[in-house]
Structures are given as structure tokens and as C-alpha cells.
């Protein structure tokens, strides 16, 4: 029997409700000067020091496997590096916010959590490197292979949901997007998707104010990219993405909604992309450096730590022991990036198909009857 | 469980569409990691009612209709995938997979790759493909070009009730994402039932014959045997391969019967230029260089928009313009 | 400099606001009685008596004209007929709102529009009743071909409206589209361009509740498809799409706004399919009789009579004028329709190139010779 | 309007990719109508600043940045040529034009043809295409083929600096819409500037030889021409084909080589399977049957999707690669 629906103005009984979802100031707890801003909520979360000095801890590696990355690049040792730099409380309060057989689906971009969830440094960057696959075992690590074409991953997190519901698991997923990906049909669909199904996925948005050189303005109209929660009746949260404590609180949130089978969370983080697009990009081209300067005093590691510092958490050898094992990490990126990764052309035909086709077989024995040839050659 | 089909005993007829829906439910009952979505798949049972009563007899969680968006539908069953179901989606004709495109070629044809394996994606997308049925636009296209040129797609295509079934089966078994190309005008085609049949990447020799190769697939395999019909009237003794796989390619057959019969003329719906009867063309030229009396014909589409049914009979490969390809082997070399 | 964009809950600043967007009520003014319901909003507008008429005999000639082509369907005259039955007041409410310098993106669903729009009968139906080309001459009636691929006449709206922007003039363009249509990627693509170029396009979706099968409540879970407005920052209005006046009325704000320089609309006009999706569809294999029932009683047509009957408007001579053009209007259809439209085979090759390609020719050729070969051979 | 470019007479030598630039500033100079827009093409100038400084020179009305949607790219592009205009619109790489794939298939394509001529879409596609410059995943395909055979396209695609200048002139004056294909491998290369060249639909005979024809284009000539060099060392005199336009294919230029060479080789970096190298063998072998001395053989990518930086190497088509298979053209017939 069709009714037309007719929800109050203020979306009661819509997830969340509109006004939540349509309050344009972000979830925040820590202001940029790192004091605790429950004012912007009254319902400043009871902070747990243990997970606050964890977060700490992964924020500092994190960063240290970005700068060394960065490093890295510029010796020509990975082909290609996208920073977070300045994103970490988005990269590491959402996958700490995740249990680890929640499946995550990062981008290009994600180095940093892929690192927080437990991923080795240097299979992490394996495709940034030049290889040919992802490096690591998405089904261990519950993580997808790094996606490119944007927003693509994003479907793929929602049937991975309706999966997981339907198999009557538990599991949570968690797709990574940048603003600029908000803007492709396949971001539409996928939460277009997961609200009809009521799939336990969260959205995670990125806003970092740029993709590429096209500033969010030329992005959207829309006052914030949270607001798109409304057209596909699903909860949507605008939360400061340098504030980590409030980014793992939203996800945190999220995720309960979702295995309670209260269906998806679209999430804006409202963050801002430090460094250039990439190492081949040059940012001067198209942003001044006094925007980055008005970012630089929202660090989100910074804040953290002035907050742990005044809170008297942060004690010396809490400090010595993340420096060192951010320091450990470091030189094992540069001991084992600075080594050529082994690639075996056999592999360009082994995977394929489940089993190569007779076509491929002929061109794999052709291939290697060249370089057999090659290496006659040589001698 | 009482589906619509368990009635149809083996021996009698039953149609293509009804080989295709019979092959769903034996599969969705053999594993229930099978489920099948898209538009209008559900309580209508699809527009071909290709998916009748799948809903009713398994169950919404089973076969359930999606939202309209076609990168949606690919997109959410590649996630599925990844989590060990084996999705069966419907592109509700040909043209319609288009949006779905970006999914398909840079992550069904590739997941597996990326991941050394981890994540195989056993996903089949049924698009009902070809024209014949008087269709208004965008309803007639055949795009099995564009996934044969997209390495990590296996494409499949029945000729034959029983190849729906089989073929169906073998591509939800498989591992492999598998484009299963389905000839709508010969849905309602009837005929036996045989539940077992040759694997993917084989072709079949539809007609033994001496005098030249017809080389088809899916709907025009039936225009290419009438042909050989006609020709046997005129003196020629055609044989004709039903390819039934695309990717793989059955080199062995294909060039087998071109050696034998020296001669061969390769029949598709599609647009010839750049179309895979280019391809097939391409490689029996090559494989079989020595043993050609007469260059390898084509007769396919133009190269024009699919048309309007008031002229497709103009565009579709006929019996007399398959007639006239054979008659131009150059037999006057005999 | 990058701020956070901070518009207040209500969204004041923003199109219309989001109180008015997230209202659920759709904008009506005659209720499902023919009665004025102006209480739904307070400012009822000045109804035009020659107005009134006008659109009430637009609506008996387009009610025809859709019994007609499908009494014809059924007659093997067309080869296929999708119904706007019930669907009236959208389908001529939003064309009448428009100038004739507008431009106009119907769907297969949108014959009666375009019948109102003017063009010849026979020439609307020329798709749909099996030939190769959209029929009538869409430089000359503003009127891109009906769309098959769904929601992909969205962005070319968008398109046009932004050219005619650019090159200063009034234009307007308004893009008709299902509700299933809204769930594809190139209608939220669409809206997007539209709104961050502010083009003076309005997307007006007619949702009748169904997808060929799927109800709206499969479609999407949002409370209305108006509120897909929010997410893009642009003005979004719900109507009442059995109610003529008020989607005339919806319409004719919308084109306003767009001449104003504020950007494009997004139009949800509440309606119903009548009829099955096409002859070809068996709606009974999805849907209640019931359901039809509760949609008879609100007829767009049947409303606006009892208005103007009322109201005192609906002269015999009026009726029996309109009663007369729309029995001529069936009888040239029934008699040219009854023709065998004529095809040329050379028009396969005429117009896919403005110059046919030497491959073309070749084929052209080819086929020529085939049929005279064949003529011979009938001689 | 004093352009970057404006400095470089004729005699000096520019990049592809400036050359580019150029036919982009004198199409716009030259006809108000053409607009450019894509993703970062304005005040970034592209991701390989082939529109550097457009914006600033012609305004933002004119070459301006769009939302990170392809299909929406395309689309508004469609909308605005049947408002009149002529847009330029770049894909930001290969792969990046799946999204647009319904946009382009059904309607780029069709417009013209579903309207009687009554709205052509004079819009030109821009894709830099290709490997060979170390690109991570979906950066380096060659997607020629899926457009190659959707009829009511152009393809066309440059291997000189003077071609990426005279064929995108012709691209954007062509009512017609026209996929220009770039080959971003050598955007970087540098020659002098010819601005006249022949027009969209003639293939270049850039060495002229007499024993064996090779096949190529846009980033495959250069490769093809190296090749030719090492052979003539070998004692073979191979004449090298540039093809310039795929759609329309100058059967003529091609069809003459051959049948006085008496052997072909065509090469292309997309996969070999299904791709536009089969339809230029399948044609070849058809036209020049009597002529040929070999099969026709072709040197194209793997049937895989497009390989990492490492191994890259192993699947372009290399000189060694085309040096093998001409010596496999059964030279001892002659
Ligand atoms: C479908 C598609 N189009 C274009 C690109 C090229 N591209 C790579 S990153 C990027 C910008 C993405 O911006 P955003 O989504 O905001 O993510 P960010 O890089 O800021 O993290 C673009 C255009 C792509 N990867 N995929
Ligand atoms: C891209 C695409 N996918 C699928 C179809 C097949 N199809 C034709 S109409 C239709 C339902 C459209 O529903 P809606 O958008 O609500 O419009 P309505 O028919 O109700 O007017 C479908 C699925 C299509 N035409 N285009
Ligand atoms: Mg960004
Ligand atoms: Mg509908």
C-alpha cells in the first residue's frame, strides 16, 4: 500500500534525526589548542588514558611512516607516494575504532591506518613501490587492496556488509573516501545500496579540502559533505578530522549502529591534506601557503599530545619507548625499501584466471623462451 | 523445495530461458552461497522471466531486486565476492551494462590479479545480448567485444538450450568472474534438456562438413546451420563450430576444422570493424596459413548503431548473405 | 583560505532553507476533492481562469493521446508503449511552465509532454514505434531525443543549461527522470555539475512509485526524493504531482529562480503509475488492485474538472472544443499510425557520420547490391 | 593574448605535450565555441600541464576544472555541443574514462545517428593513453580498442609532435566526436612543429621498404621505426605504417603497402586478444590474401591486465619482440 512517507520536519524516527545530521560545526572534544571542547557536546565521552596513550603511541608511528615514506619517494625508491601528513587522527582513530574482523577498504591515501591495523611497512607499500599486486593477504588482514579508481571501493564495502549480515556475522566495513570521491556516481550508488539494505558499513569521508588541485568549493555546493546523509535516509555525522578522540568516537558510534542493525553511517571528517597530492604534485600552483599555515596549528598529533601533556599522561619513558619503536620502523623501511623487490615474470600469468587459459600458457612459453634466449645471449 | 521446473522431467522440451532459470535453482540449491540479484529480478522474475519464482521458492536473501544503478549492482556483488558468496547478477539487456563498465574492467577482470589470488572473484553477470526481437534502441546491442578485449573475464555464450544449462552451471562453479552472454532471441527456443555438456572453453562442432568452416556463436550459430542446409542443396558441404566460449578460445577445434576444410567464414551480430570475428578472423589467418584456398570471410553487423527493428533484418547475419560469403571462397581454385 | 562553510541548522542562506526542503508535505493546493487546499501553504496563488482552462484542455488532449497510443500498442501499431496515465499533471503541468526557447529532456515515459509541447503525434511515437531516429526535429522544439538509458539525459541537462548560461542567454532546461532513475550514478553526477556551476536546469522526478517492478520503498530509504536536494546545496521542493496547479506553480518558481542566477532545482513530484510499466509489463505479478484504487480517487485530471466545475469555469462549449480536438487528434493518430512507416535502408548509413566512413561506403554498397540482386531475382 | 607558447617559432623544437597545448590555444583562439574542461586542467594545467595556463590566458569561462565525475564530465560536454559549443574534455588518464562508458557507448556515439544529423556532438575526448612510464596500477592501459569498436566514434591518435598539433586541430574542427588518443609516453618528446598535416582518416608512411610492412601507432611507431632501423642491419628492407586514425582506417595506404611488401607485422601495446590489432590482421589478411608471402603476425601486449613498473618491460612491444616475429615471416619462400 503506498503511503507517502512523512516524517516530521526534524526527521524523528530518521537515523539520528535532521537536525544532528544538518548542524553544520563538527564533533569535536579537543579543541586546536588540545583542551578538552565538550562545550560543542555535552556529552564529553568518559576518556579512557590507556586508549588515549595507545592512540598516542600509533599517531606517533604513523607519522614516522609517513615522513619516512616521503623520505623514501625522493630517493626514488617508491614510485609514487600520497602523504597523510596531517590526517592521522582520521587514519588512526577509524581503524582503532574497528575490530579486527571489521573489513576495511582504503584508498591510495591509507597507507598510515593500513600500518595501524598491523600491516608490515614495507607490504603496505608495495604497490606504491611498482609491484604488481597489493603485497599483503586482504583476507588476514580483513583489508582490501588499495583502491584508485575512486569511490569504486565503495560498493564493494557495501555488499561486503550485506554479505556479512546475511551470513548473520557481525562484521562491520569501513570504506575510506576522499572528498573529491563523494562527487563520482559509484559513491552515490554504494550509499544508495547499503541504506536500502541496512548494510553495517560506515562512509568514511575524507574532507581534506582538495583532490588534487579542485578545491572542495569546486567540489560541491553542498554545506557539507555530511548533509548527503539526508538523501539516502541514513545517519550522517560531521566530525573535526583533527580530533582524534572524536574521529574513534563517531566510528566507534557507527559501527554499534551498525551491528545493532541500525544500517550505515556516512562520516565527514573535516581534515586538510598537508603536503601536495602526491610527490609529483606541486602544490604552489594552486593553493597559498598561509591556508597551510592556518592548518599547521590544528595538528592533530600535536593537539593530542597537548592535551596527554596537561593531563600529565605523557610521561617520559611512554615518549622514549613510541620514539623508538617509530625509529625502529623507520630504519626497517629504509634497510628493506632500499632493496630492489623481487619480481618474477612468471607472475604476469599466474593469477590471472584460476587457471591460465591455453592462450596464456602459449604466451608464457613464449616469453620465457625469449629470455632463456636472452641469457644464452649473455654467456 | 518445489520449483516451477522440477515438473519438466528430463525428456520433455522446455525453453531456453526455462534452461537458464533451471540452472539458478539447481545451483542455488547445490550451494547457498549462490544468490541472485538485479533489477526486477524478484517478484516479477526478471523481464525475460528468466528468475521466475526464485524469490518465492528461496527466499528473499536468495534472489532479490537492487536499486536501479548498474555499478551498484556489479560493485555490491564484487563485495559480496570478497566475502564467499557466489553472486549471479542481471544486466537487464546488453546496452545496460554500460554504467557497470568501470566495475567490471578495472576490478572484476582484476581482483584476483591484485591480490596473488587472494580475493578470486566467482562472480557471473548474465546479460541478455543481441537483437531479432524487434527491440526499440539500446535494447539489441551485442557488447561481448568489449569483455573479450578485458583480460580476466572468461565470456560465454550458449547456442542451445542445453549449453544454457551446462554453460550456466560450469560458470557459477567457476572461480573466475564470468561474463554468460545470453542470446534473448533464443529465449523462447525450445528443446531437451541434457544437464551435462562440455566444459568452459570448448567449442563444438555443430555439423561435420568437408567443404568450408562456418565459425559462430550464441545467435547465430542457428542462422550459420540453416546456411549449411542451403549450401548442402548447392554442392558445399559446410561444417560448422559453435564456439560456446570466447575467452578461453578453443584454438584446437576452431583450427582443426579450418585445416581440414581449408576455408572459413566467421558469423556475428555485432559491428565487424574491431569486433571479435576480428579476432577469430586474425588467428585462424594465422594459425592456419597454409591450408587457406580462399581468405577468411566475415559476416557480421554493420559497422552502424545497433538499428531499428523496422531494418535490423538488413544489419543481422542471414542465410543468404552467409551464402554469398561461402560462395566467394575462390572455388574456382578446386 | 579554507573555512569550514557553517550555514545554521535551518539552513538560512541556503535555497529555500532546509525546513522547507525537509518538509514532507508536498506542496499542494486542489486536494484529492478538487477543493482548494491552500491551508497546506499559506500563500495560495492568484489562479488565472484562462490559465486553468488552458492546462485542464492540455490534459484532456494528452489524456487522449496516451489512450489512444495504447489502444494502438495493442493493435501491433507501436512496439511498445509505456503509459503516462495518471501522470498528467506532471507530465503537462511541468511543459506549460516552460517557454518555448526552454529546453526539454523527456524519457521513453514522456510522450504526452512532448505532444503538449507541440510536436505531431506521430512523430512523438516514432521511437517507440519501431523506426530509427527520434522523429521530430529537436533544434526546432527544444527537445532532446526521449532517453532510454536512465537518468543519462541528466547531465546533459545540466550541460545545455550551463552552455546557455555561458552564452548569456535565458534558457532553461528540465530534465524529466523516474524515481528509479535517481538511484543511478549520472543523476547524482548530474545534480552535482548543475549545482556547483549554479546552471539553470531543473530536475523534475516523477515519482510514481515504481521502477518497472520495484517500489519506491526498494529504491531508496530516504523519507522523500526532495531531500536528495540537501546534498548537493541545492533548492529541492516536494509536490503534490496530481495536482496540476501546484507542479505548474513548482515548476514556473523553479525556472524563476534558475533565470535569477540561483542554480537549478530539484523537483519530486509525488505521483503514480496507472498503468503497468508497458504493454509488455504484467503489473498484477507485483502489485495490489487496492493499491491502483487508492490512486483513482486522486486523478490529476478528474480533480482539476471538479475545480472548475466549482468554480463555474467549465462551460458546455469549453468541454465539447476540447472533447473534439482530442477525438481528431486520435482519429489522425488511428489513421496515420495505421501506415506502415517508411524506412529507407540507406538511412542506415546516413547519419552515423556526418561524412560516411570508406568502411560505411563499402557496406552501403554491399547491401545495395544485395537488394537490387534480390528485386532482380523477384522479377 | 600572449600564449607560453607564443614564444616558440616554428623552427624550434616543443614537446608532444606543448604541441598539444598549442592546438588547444589556437582552436580556442580561433572559434569562441571550444571550451576545455576536465579534472585539474585549469589552474593546475593538467596532471601533465598539457593545458597549462589555458585558464589564464582564455578566462575560466573557457577552460575551467569540473567535479571528479567522468561520466558527469562527458555528459556535460554532450549537453553543451547541442547547445552549440565544442568541448574539449580531458580524461585524466586511460583508465579514468570507464566511468564515462555508457556517456560515450549510447549517447556520444548515437546522438547524431538517433537524430537524423539534427544534433551532431562535435566533442573531442582527450585520453592519454599507454605504458611505459612507470605508472601504478590503472595508469597505463590502452583502452583504443573498447572505442575502435563502437561505431559513431572517431579514434584517433598521434605518434609526432606535428600530429598531436594537425590532428587535434582536425579533431576539434570535425562535427563529429572524436577520441584522440595521446600517447603519454611521449608527451615528453620533443621535435620542430609542422602545423599543416594530412587529415583525420589518412595513415603516414613513415619509412618506405620493400620487404616487410609493420603496422603501428601512436606510442608503437617510434618503437616500429627503431625496429626497422635494426633489421635493415639484418639485410631487411621493412616499409613502417603510421596509422594516425584507426576510425576511419585508411584501408588504401595499408592494403598498398602490403600487397608490395607481401608480408605484415602490426603492433599495439593493448592486449592482443580482442584487440585493434586483430581487426588490421583479419582485414589485411582478407585484402592482400594473394599477396602475402607469411601469415600476418602481430607483436601486442599479453592477455593480461596491464603489468607494474618492474615488469612492464616484458609486455610492450619491444625492437627484439618485432625483429623476431619478422624474422618468422617465412623468408625462406623467397
Ligand atoms: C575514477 C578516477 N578518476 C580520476 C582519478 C585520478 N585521481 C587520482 S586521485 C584524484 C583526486 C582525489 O581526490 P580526493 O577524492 O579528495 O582524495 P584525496 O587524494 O584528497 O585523498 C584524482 C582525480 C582516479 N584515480 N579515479
Ligand atoms: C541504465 C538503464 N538500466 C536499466 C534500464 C531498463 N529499464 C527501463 S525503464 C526501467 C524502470 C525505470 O523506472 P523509473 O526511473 O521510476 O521510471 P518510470 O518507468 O517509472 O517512469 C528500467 C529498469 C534502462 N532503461 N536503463
Ligand atoms: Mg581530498
Ligand atoms: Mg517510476
Known sequence: MTVLATPDKTGSGFPLGFDAILDPSPLQYLDEHGALSGALRDDAPELDPKELLATWRAMVIGRRFDVQATTMVRQGRLAVYPSSYGQEACEIGAILALRPTDWFFPTYRDCVSMVTRGIDAVETLTLLRGDWHCGYDPQRWRTAPQCTPLATQAPHAAGLALAAKLAGDDTVALAFCGDGGTSEGDFHEALNFAAVYQAPVIFFVQNNQYAISVPLAKQTRAAALAHKAVGYGMAGVRVDGNDVIAVRRAVAEAAERARRGEGPTLIEAVTYRMQAHTNADDASRYREESEVDYWKVRDPLARLETYLKAAGLLTDDVVAEANQVAEELANDMRARLGEEPEVDHRDLFAHVYAEPTPQLLEQAAALQAELDAESEGAR | ?334
Open chain 2, 1 to 334: 523445495m518445489t520449483a516451477t521446473l522440477d515438473g519438466a522431467a528430463q525428456s520433455t522440451e522446455i525453453s531456453l530461458a526455462q534452461a537458464v532459470n533451471r540452472a539458478l535453482r539447481d545451483a542455488m540449491t547445490a550451494d547457498e552461497k549462490v544468490v541472485v540479484f538485479g533489477e526486477d529480478v524478484g517478484v516479477l522474475g526478471g523481464v525475460f522471466r528468466v528468475t521466475d519464482g526464485l524469490t518465492r521458492d528461496f527466499g528473499e536473501q536468495r534472489c532479490f531486486d537492487t536499486p536501479l544503478a548498474e555499478a551498484g549492482i556489479m560493485g555490491t556483488a564484487i563485495g559480496m565476492a570478497m566475502y564467499g558468496f557466489r553472486p549471479v547478477v542481471e544486466m537487464q539487456f546488453d546496452a545496460f551494462s554500460y554504467p557497470a563498465f568501470e566495475q567490471i574492467a578495472s576490478h572484476l577482470a582484476k581482483m584476483r590479479n591484485r591480490t596473488r589470488g587472494a580475493l578470486p572473484l566467482p562472480v557471473v553477470v548474465r546479460v541478455p545480448y543481441g537483437g531479432g526481437i524487434g527491440g526499440v534502441e539500446h535494447h539489441s546491442d551485442s557488447s561481448e567485444g568489449y569483455f573479450v578485449a578485458t583480460p580476466g573475464l572468461h565470456v560465454v555464450t550458449p547456442a542451445t538450450v542445453s549449453d544454457a544449462y551446462t554453460l550456466l552451471r560450469a560458470a557459477i562453479e567457476s572461480d573466475d568472474p564470468v561474463i554468460f552472454m545470453e542470446p534473448k532471441r533464443l529465449y523462447w527456443s525450445k528443446d531437451q534438456l541434457d544437464t551435462v555438456g562440455p566444459a568452459i572453453g570448448q567449442a563444438a562442432v555443430r555439423r561435420q562438413g568437408t567443404d568450408a568452416t562456418l565459425i559462430a556463436y550464441g545467435p547465430t550459430v542457428q542462422t550459420a546451420l540453416e546456411a549449411a542446409e542451403a549450401a548442402a542443396a548447392e554442392g558445399y558441404d559446410l561444417e560448422v563450430v559453435d564456439l560456446r566460449s570466447i575467452v578461453p578460445f578453443d584454438d584446437a577445434t576452431v583450427t582443426a576444422s579450418v585445416r581440414k576444410t581449408g576455408r572459413a567464414v566467421v558469423i556475428h551480430e555485432a559491428a565487424g570493424f574491431g569486433g571479435t570475428g576480428a579476432e577469430i578472423a586474425a588467428r585462424v589467418s594465422e594459425r592456419c596459413f597454409h591450408w587457406l584456398e580462399a581468405p577468411v570471410r566475415r559476416v557480421t553487423g554493420f559497422d552502424i548503431p545497433y538499428p531499428p527493428p523496422k531494418l535490423e533484418r538488413h544489419h543481422l547475419p542471414s542465410v543468404d548473405r552467409i551464402l554469398d560469403a561461402v560462395a566467394s571462397l575462390q572455388w574456382e581454385d578446386r
